[in-house]
């Protein structure tokens, strides 16, 4: 049987996962127990990733890293979804390598929460930051052979570099002489908000001891380098590095908890936090807002006669003609399986027209091949919150309950009244 989209997607982000150099693993906040893990995680405590999954992190990490574990957790704050281990740790394996850890917290409707750690080698900058204070020359020598970009700014008697490591050239494709002799030349390679920030700092405000900058590299493509800085006297200094793939990596698995994989809707947690906004907003302005609960009428029978990529199709194009048919500001959503919500504000005569537009948008046929094409009908439940109120819960159930009424009324061979 072929693979649905999510399951490629799947597929596709652990295989991603697999060739990263950073140690991923995924656990259960509440009793440590491992969900997932990449290769690189796994081969550093000499197993494998299917070894590990339902094993407790204590099995692995040695009593000090545990207390470096616990130490992190006690930092969750749910305002602050994504923390930073202020300080660099011993890798596991041979002496000598540093890893520093960042927790994304991923908390779900129930109340528990997971934990994706991604544990990078900083072992370079480590060293480069230990020995920045401790000679000029050893500091160039380190700096010189480090593969992130180390650097160090003046501000008087005019601002400029006073030091920039070679590996500025394979960040960004400029040599660093460059920025040396013109520091306006560095400013142009930032996007704005970068250049702000910067122009903000020469002014005596300080930048933040980790941000990120956005650059324009030599060929054109942007990349994403993480700043560490530390003040010095009259300036600053400090080492870069470039996260790209880190923070697009990082962008996607925030999506997945928020969006349904295969038609790119909010999925139900993010239906939930949405439609519970918009509904405060019409209830203090007085505003009805409707429901349009929606279920496509033998969804299983294109699966079975077409196969599952078919399927996955036909949703695909259901989900972008829904979403052509509201409004900015208005929520479409896909609970799963063949059923989808549209959450909007609401007039007197909304919804026949509300009605009529799904129907007019689902009614064309959808092409699966060259010389197959198939036609989707669907019922709807509409309810708005001058029958149930303002209650997300009930709302949800009303509007299900008249898609029900109305999925009866079709088969029955029964006119909507």
């Not at 870069?240 to 990596?249: H, M, N």
């Not at 479409?332 to 909304?350: K, N, P, W």
């Not at 708005?384 to 029900?404: F, I, K, N, S, W």
């Amino acid at each position: 049987m072929p693979m649905t989209v999510e399951a490629t997607a799947s597929v596709d982000v652990a295989q991603m996962l697999d060739a990263l150099p950073e140690r991923v693993v995924r656990y259960q906040m509440d009793d440590l127990r491992v969900t997932y893990c990449n290769s690189a995680w796994a081969a550093a405590h000499e197993s494998t990733a299917v070894a590990v999954i339902g094993h407790t992190l204590d099995e692995f990490l040695s009593p000090a890293e545990m207390i470096c574990l616990n130490d992190q957790l006690a930092r969750f704050d749910p305002s602050n979804l994504i923390i930073t281990d202020p300080e660099a740790r011993p890798a596991p394996g041979p002496p000598g390598r540093w890893l520093e850890w960042v927790d994304q917290f991923l908390p779900d409707d129930s109340g528990a929460v997971d934990v994706l750690s991604v544990g990078r080698d900083i072992t370079d900058r480590y060293l480069v930051e230990a020995r920045l204070a401790a000679s000029e020359a050893r500091f160039r020598d380190l700096a010189d052979k480090s593969i992130d970009v180390v650097w160090r700014f003046l501000s008087t008697p005019e601002p400029h570099f006073d030091y920039l490591s070679p590996s500025v050239q394979t960040a960004l494709g400029y040599p660093p002489s460059l920025f040396l002799n013109d520091f306006g030349r560095f400013l142009d390679v930032l996007d704005d908000d970068g250049r702000r920030a910067v122009q903000t700092a020469l002014t005596g405000l300080a930048l933040p001891a980790r941000c990120d900058l956005r650059f324009r590299r030599r060929d054109g493509i942007e990349v994403i380098g993480e700043m560490q800085v530390t003040p010095i006297p009259d300036g600053s200094q400090g080492v870069g590095r470039d996260v790209t793939e880190l923070r697009t990596l990082q962008d996607h698995l925030a999506s997945l908890a928020l969006r349904d994989p295969l038609t790119g809707l909010a999925n139900r947690r993010l239906l939930n936090d949405l439609m519970s906004s918009s509904l405060r907003r019409a209830l203090n302005a007085g505003l009805t807002m409707g429901v349009a609960f929606i279920d496509l009428d033998d969804f299983k029978s294109i699966n079975d006669q077409y196969g599952h990529e078919a399927g996955d199709t036909v949703l695909c194009a259901i989900a972008n003609r829904l979403v052509s048919t509201v409004r900015i500001g208005d929520i479409v959503a896909r609970l799963g399986g063949d059923e989808f919500v549209i959450v909007y504000q609401a007039g007197h005569s909304t919804e026949r027209n509300v009605l009529r537009r799904i129907g007019r948008a689902i009614e064309p046929p959808i092409g699966l091949r060259h010389d197959v094409s198939i036609r989707c009908s669907a019922s709807v439940g509409y309810i708005d919150t001058r029958a149930v109120g303002y209650d997300m819960h009930r709302l949800l159930g009303a509007a299900d309950t008249e898609m029900y009424a109305a999925k009866r009324r079709r088969r029955d061979g029964q006119a909507r009244p």
